[in-house]
């Protein structure tokens, strides 16, 4: 009896647990709605750049701030990543220097990414002569580069040894068995590592904060601070200014939404090719 | 007769495959994919040598007594790193102790009590969860979650522990929604569904046939968790722990939010702190003259130090849980 009691009791326990987790998750989705959708009515989002307080205006600047950034720290980011992982399961196996790179991969991985952001900051924003978008999509290079690589890693160790042992065989050079052969097998895999990757970097926040910086206007020059959506948020979120907090509330919105879709197109692709 | 054919696939065929002269092609690609792995490596100490190089001006000026030194005075020049390592390790665990039951909880219900259609969609939400940007949880604790501990929680626990030795000073007044445990709050939300997926992969590692034996003999659900899954993935259980400390003891943006900013250690977790990550983020653009920047590269130095042992701690554990 007290058996079936205490385990009536730990089975409620855990069920508890779920619904306090699941809990905070809709109380954020709740609030990211209720407070980010109506902006997109009442404000120009899409169309017009960051405003004064308590003036009208949008996300515009912002939105293509984060876009150029993000693209460009991913341009930087995928053949780094995916090289490093191709060294590691096709040049390099089981060498030293592999697992060297494997350790010091996962090193880069849990360092928090404010500290890319200062070392960025030490790195290229004094020699460059201030705050630039080019820096900011360094330090997003640099948060990116670790999770392509230990996510093309697993892909790639998981493809047969005989597709590429059928190539050699046939006396294709080894860098075109990893071209036409390996890669186009992981093309999926490497795909989610890029989405996921992606996702990650298009919300941090922390890194941006003294590499890109921000700037009130639409700006193309790389060279010079650029706006983008979470400096943007965390500007307007702290701030006292009712127009700049629903600004706020709708780049969140916007930057969950995208982020969500894209980790779960990434799951659909490794669903499917499983 | 028979030559023709064969003279038609032989080398002169133009496949894909077909390659003349010397094969340069595969020392380049070997050699270029290779130079990046270098960098990899080079990187993570350039990294380390220009945050050290940055920081030299405070480390040559204060030296060891930057760690135990409390006072934090842009003003004069003089700089401490003491309550923000306190703030940092104290917000973490206030984090670890509500975000160990939960992921436990639910790692435990995914895994053994729901049926397992429920059970994988609802892992496959924990893991969405994981997703969401830590600036959204930081602003949301911010802007929803401190005002509604302000107006509904604090309060009364005040209230029920004010005269209490130990516990009234530690939920001391004021009731004002920010502070350390608001942040350690967020921290917890935030690493629970890393944690959770960890502890889920820990628990499903156990072999089917341990926890059938076990069922078998009439075991209760509570009784196989307690008696075979916990001693069989306990190292495992640690590092998904640990790992989720590492985690929290490096984010920034959850937490710069919610904590306050205050370079104080207080008895009471209500009061307003400060990590070193959230000082980072808060002071580094308007830090001026050559001591100031240095401090707060001082503080991402000793940050990164306490994240890498951490993480070393909780890979070295994980990596022996593959029974």
């Known amino acids: 009896m007290i058996r079936r009691i205490s385990d009536l009791i730990f089975s409620l326990l855990c069920l508890l647990a779920v619904i306090i987790g699941l809990g905070f998750l809709f109380a954020i989705i709740y609030a990211l709605v209720e407070r980010g959708l109506p902006a997109f009515w009442t404000y120009p989002v899409f169309t017009e750049s960051v405003p004064p307080p308590n003036e009208p205006g949008g996300l515009l600047n912002a939105i293509v701030g984060s876009l150029i950034i993000t693209g460009l720290g991913m341009a930087m980011a995928i053949p780094f990543g995916v090289l490093i992982a191709t060294y590691m399961t096709e040049f390099g196996a089981e060498s030293r220097l592999s697992s060297a790179i494997r350790f010091f991969n996962d090193v880069l991985l849990s360092a928090p990414s404010i500290l890319l952001g200062l070392f960025v900051y030490a790195f290229l924003v004094g020699p460059l002569g201030g705050y630039s978008a080019l820096s900011g999509a360094v330090a997003l290079a640099l948060i990116a580069i670790p999770m392509i690589v230990r996510t093309t890693d697993g892909v790639l160790q998981l493809l047969p040894r005989e597709i590429r042992e059928a190539a050699v065989a046939l006396g294709v050079p080894r860098w075109k068995v990893t071209v036409l052969i390996v890669w186009r097998a992981a093309l999926g895999g490497i795909i989610t590592a890029i989405l996921l990757a992606t996702a990650r970097i298009a919300g941090e926040t922390a890194p941006l904060l003294f590499t890109a910086f921000s700037n009130n206007f639409l700006s193309f020059d790389l060279t010079e601070p650029m706006g983008n959506l979470p400096v943007v948020m965390f500007n307007f979120a702290l701030s006292p200014y009712q127009n700049w907090q629903d600004l706020a509330w709708a780049a969140s919105l916007l930057i969950t939404v995208t982020i969500l879709a894209m980790s779960i197109i990434a799951r659909l692709i490794v669903g499917r090719r499983m | ?323």
């Open chain 2, 1 to 323: 007769m028979t030559d023709a054919p064969i003279e038609e696939i032989g080398p002169s065929h133009k496949t894909a495959f077909n390659h003349k002269g010397p094969r340069l092609g595969d020392p380049i690609f070997a050699g270029i994919s290779r130079i990046f792995g270098l960098a990899l490596i080079g990187m993570l100490f350039a990294i380390l040598v220009v945050l050290v190089h940055a920081a030299w001006p405070s480390i040559e000026q204060f030296g060891f007594a930057f760690i135990p030194s409390t006072t934090w005075n842009p003003v004069t020049n003089e700089f401490g790193a003491w309550p923000a390592i306190v703030g940092t390790l104290v917000s973490s665990c206030v984090a670890m102790l509500f975000a160990i039951p939960i992921s436990f909880g639910i790692a435990v219900f995914i895994t053994e009590i729901a049926p397992p259609s429920i059970g994988s969609a609802l892992g496959r939400l924990i893991e969405l969860m994981a997703g969401i940007p830590s600036i959204i949880f930081g602003m949301w604790g911010l802007l929803v979650f401190a005002p509604f501990l302000a107006r509904h929680v604090q309060p009364p626990i005040i209230e029920a522990f004010a005269g209490v030795p130990l516990l009234g000073t530690i939920f001391g007044p004021p009731p004002i929604g920010i502070g350390v445990f608001t942040a350690g709050i967020i921290l917890a939300i935030m690493t629970i569904p890393l944690i959770t997926a960890v502890m889920r992969d820990v628990i499903l590692s156990v072999p089917t046939v341990m926890r059938e034996a076990a069922y078998g003999i009439g075991c209760t659900r509570f009784e196989v968790v307690r008696l075979v899954l916990v001693p069989a993935g306990r190292i495992g259980l640690v590092g998904a722990v640990i790992l989720g400390l590492g985690r929290a003891l490096g984010e920034t943006m959850a937490v710069t939010f919610v904590i306050g900013n205050a370079h104080n250690i207080s008895a009471s977790l209500f009061m307003p702190g400060t990590t070193i990550s959230a000082t980072i983020a808060n002071e580094f653009t308007e830090a001026t003259g050559t001591l100031y920047p240095a401090a707060l590269m001082e503080l991402g130095i000793i940050l990164f130090v306490i994240t890498i042992i951490v993480l070393a701690l909780s890979r070295l554990m994980l990596r022996a849980t593959t029974l």
